[in-house]
């Protein structure tokens, strides 16, 4: 109990708040880290799932090959860049590392969301005269949108949580406050860090929570 209090004592001090390796940097940080992956993740493999979902074909193959990224541990995708040319380019490697990582629950989740889409309603779609933009656009990916929402908030939620291994590439954000307790032999300082990481999760969980609850009902898996 005694390590738990010393880490509160360390969360609460106002010290550790201010200046370049405050929490409050080191947050911001790591909420920039994690929003940049997400957004990089999404044009990645919104785009395959949903033109694959819609024409039926590929997409088995695709999924697969995406989850054999989720075998295979972000940590030795990172060592493995940092080795590369690109390891000499900033945060590049974590960058790239975070998004191979949060790809496959999107790509999965969207595609299985555009085939789980009723065919009746895409045959009534088709037969009502539409193209095949406007049955994707208008019919397939409303309908298909909770699913997609799902993957989204999968992959934010485990992307704050493995942001953290930016800092062993030398880059920013809360892993930078666990990295440096570490090294002072800080456990406190160690486990104040981990709670600040599963906090911002809990947080970025109840935040796609509460838009979804907030969405309107075919957003929410309404039909109605």
Same mark, same amino acid.
């Given at each position: 109990?005694?390590?738990?209090?010393?880490? %509160?004592? %360390?969360?609460?001090?106002?010290?550790?708040?201010?200046?370049?390796?405050?929490?409050?940097?080191?947050?911001?940080?790591?909420?920039?880290?994690?929003?940049?992956?997400?957004?990089?993740?999404?044009?990645?493999?919104?785009?395959?799932?949903?033109?694959?979902?819609?024409?039926?074909?590929?997409?088995?193959?695709?999924?697969?090959?995406?989850?054999?990224?989720?075998?295979?541990?972000?940590?030795?995708?990172?060592?493995?860049?940092?080795?590369?040319?690109?390891?000499?380019? /900033?945060? %590049?490697?974590?960058?790239?590392?975070?998004?191979?990582?949060?790809?496959?629950?999107?790509?999965?989740?969207?595609?299985?969301?555009?085939?789980?889409?009723?065919?009746?309603?895409?045959?009534?779609?088709?037969?009502?005269?539409?193209?095949?933009?406007?049955?994707?656009?208008?019919?397939?990916?409303?309908?298909?949108?909770?699913?997609?929402?799902?993957?989204?908030?999968?992959?934010?939620?485990?992307?704050?949580?493995?942001?953290?291994?930016?800092?062993?590439?030398?880059?920013?954000?809360?892993?930078?406050?666990?990295?440096?307790?570490?090294?002072?032999?800080?456990?406190?300082?160690?486990?104040?860090?981990?709670?600040?990481?599963?906090?911002?999760?809990?947080?970025?969980?109840?935040? =796609?929570?509460?838009?979804?609850?907030?969405?309107?009902? %075919?957003?929410?898996? /309404? =039909?109605?």
């Amino acid at each position: 109990m005694k390590t738990f209090s010393d880490a %509160w004592s %360390w969360l609460t001090s106002a010290a550790h708040w201010s200046g370049e390796n405050g929490i409050g940097h080191r947050l911001t940080e790591h909420l920039w880290l994690t929003a940049l992956c997400l957004v990089l993740s999404c044009l990645v493999a919104l785009p395959v799932a949903l033109v694959l979902g819609h024409l039926g074909k590929g997409g088995p193959l695709a999924v697969n090959i995406s989850n054999v990224g989720r075998a295979v541990p972000t940590f030795a995708v990172l060592v493995l860049l940092l080795l590369t040319p690109l390891g000499t380019h /900033g945060e %590049w490697p974590t960058i790239i590392a975070l998004i191979l990582f949060a790809v496959p629950p999107l790509l999965t989740n969207a595609y299985v969301g555009m085939r789980e889409v009723d065919r009746d309603v895409v045959r009534a779609a088709r037969g009502m005269g539409m193209t095949g933009r406007q049955l994707l656009l208008r019919v397939e990916l409303p309908l298909a949108l909770p699913l997609i929402l799902t993957g989204v908030r999968i992959a934010a939620v485990q992307l704050v949580a493995t942001a953290t291994l930016a800092a062993l590439a030398g880059g920013g954000g809360l892993g930078r406050i666990i990295t440096a307790g570490f090294n002072l032999a800080s456990t406190p300082q160690v486990v104040a860090g981990a709670v600040l990481v599963a906090v911002f999760a809990l947080v970025v969980e109840g935040l =796609f929570e509460a838009v979804q609850r907030l969405a309107p009902r %075919w957003a929410r898996g /309404g =039909f109605g």
